[in-house]
């Protein structure tokens, strides 16, 4: 199992990964990628961070679990690899993007361009068995998770945090809303957004102009 994180992301979590409650979850993660098939392959294990450095998070999304089908997981929250089908809650937030920016739906689902502009795409547990969903949930990833998000509200200003969903704002409790912008909606899953509270809810654009009112560029959704 090839396992590396970023350099920005390393100096800042050490504390973290000497705690014992990780080095169990990576003695347990260890016996997992060698005896079951996990998602996403272990080298992608710390993409969202690999993919989007400390200094450059401007926005992030929270997610929950990986997607846990062959091929999908490409450790981004809510992001699946080129050439996979967009699961439904992708279709729909691309939807929402569209009606909110006018932006047309792209063809693929990889999210690794909006990574690359500082979008943390963060799930609270970043690996999971394969057709197993929640399957690793409790072994230590969302105390890690619940570190990373503390740390990025504590030690940075002017970041977006969008959670979608009860889970995510849960999560987001130890946010400072007062230095950042907390956007809170429905989860884009299609039976939570048939009931209203997703769509017109105008996050990305509301992330925009507030990125640009604290003088940091956009993303380009």
Not at 93 to 114: A, C, H, M, T
Not at 184 to 201: D, L, V
Request: glycine share 10%; hydrophobic share 40%.
């Amino acid at each position: 199992m090839n396992v590396s994180i970023a350099e920005s992301w390393q100096t800042r979590l050490q504390f973290e990964f000497d705690k014992p409650y990780f080095i169990a979850l990576a003695e347990f993660l260890r016996q997992e990628y060698s005896t079951q098939r996990v998602y996403p392959p272990g080298r992608l294990m710390f993409n969202a961070f690999n993919s989007c450095s400390f200094d450059d998070t401007r926005v992030v999304i929270l997610g929950q679990d990986p997607y846990h089908g062959e091929g999908q997981a490409n450790g981004l929250a809510f992001s699946v690899a080129d050439g996979i089908s967009k699961p439904p809650s992708l279709v729909n937030i691309f939807k929402e993007i569209q009606d909110d920016l006018g932006k047309p739906v792209p063809k693929s689902g990889n999210l690794e361009r909006w990574a690359r502009q500082g979008v943390m795409l963060l799930n609270s547990t970043l690996t999971v068995r394969a057709g197993q969903a929640g399957s690793h949930q409790g072994k230590g990833w969302e105390t890690f998770t619940d570190a990373v998000i503390k740390l990025i509200s504590d030690e940075k200003q002017h970041v977006v945090f969008m959670l979608w969903g009860a889970y995510a704002q849960k999560k987001g409790a130890v946010i400072d809303n007062k230095k950042h912008l907390v956007l809170k909606a429905k989860h884009p899953s299609p039976m939570a957004a048939q009931w209203g509270g997703w769509f017109g809810t105008k996050h990305f654009s509301q992330a925009n102009n507030y990125l640009e009112g604290k003088g940091l560029p956009p993303i380009d959704w």
